[in-house]
């Protein structure tokens, strides 16, 4: 079984421009969360989405949004870019929600 | 709010020596909690859960974890360390509500460096 995808795998904006990133859970997964990475803040959670329906968000921001298809298939834009949004956007996939996450390589986001 | 420390940035052993990470989570409730291995610009692999029951638990690549109630602790184990363990590992615990549901919003800790010595 094929594991999560993300595209694109890296991606260089400049500040003011709008990102869309893309992710393909495990196939019969129904829930998609996304997860922020970087040196200083580590890990921190985005949001999740099961059944095209926000579960949960985490403390970002309104420019950072996403949305899931009926596939579950997850995209997660981000608008008016800033140095600060450098960083590996991580996708993660489960079966339904609270069951283990499988996470994609990520998406390397460089804003200049 | 919970929240998940790893005291320990950055940890080196020799190749074979037994290794321990520490975690400590801070949750009210029954906390669901992870383990996670990330190498350099690759995603995270899954290495090990305890969701409820037997408090230690197996993972892949010969890793182990004990829940500990009392002391707040879900610390991870190997007994010989391979050179291919050397990698960045991360400690997470997932939200549930007062009335016992699950979410999937994960807290992680801020990682642990594990360097190894031929």
């Known amino acids: 079984k094929a594991g999560v995808t993300q595209t694109p795998r890296y991606l260089i904006k400049t500040r003011g421009q709008q990102v869309t990133l893309s992710c393909s859970p495990i196939s019969g997964h129904r829930s998609v969360s996304w997860y922020q990475q970087t040196p200083g803040q580590g890990l921190q959670f985005l949001f999740e989405y099961f059944s095209e329906t926000q579960r949960n968000k985490g403390n970002f921001p309104g420019r950072f949004s996403g949305r899931q298809f009926s596939n579950s298939r997850s995209e997660m834009n981000v608008s008016t870019l800033e140095l600060g949004d450098s960083a590996l956007y991580l996708c993660?996939?489960?079966?339904?929600?609270?069951?283990?996450?499988?996470f994609g390589p990520g998406t390397r986001l460089t804003v200049t | 709010a919970q929240s998940v420390t790893q005291p320990d940035i950055h940890i080196t052993v020799s190749e074979g020596a037994s290794l321990e990470l520490r975690c400590n989570y801070s949750?009210?409730?029954?906390?669901?909690l992870f383990w996670y291995v990330q190498s350099p610009g690759q995603g995270l692999q899954l290495l090990l859960k305890y969701f409820s029951g037997d408090t230690l638990v197996q993972g892949i690549k010969g890793f182990e974890a004990e829940f500990k109630r009392s002391q707040s602790s879900f610390n991870l184990r190997k007994p010989s360390v391979h050179w291919s363990d050397a990698a960045e590992y991360f400690c997470?615990?997932?939200?549930?509500?007062?009335?016992?549901?699950?979410?999937?919003?994960?807290?992680f800790g801020q990682g642990t460096i594990l360097t190894v010595h031929p």
């Open positions: 997470a615990v997932g939200e549930r509500d007062a009335g016992g549901t699950s979410y999937g919003k994960l807290t």
């Open positions: 993660a996939s489960s079966l339904r929600l609270a069951d283990e996450q499988y």
């Open positions: 949750y009210g409730a029954t906390p669901y």
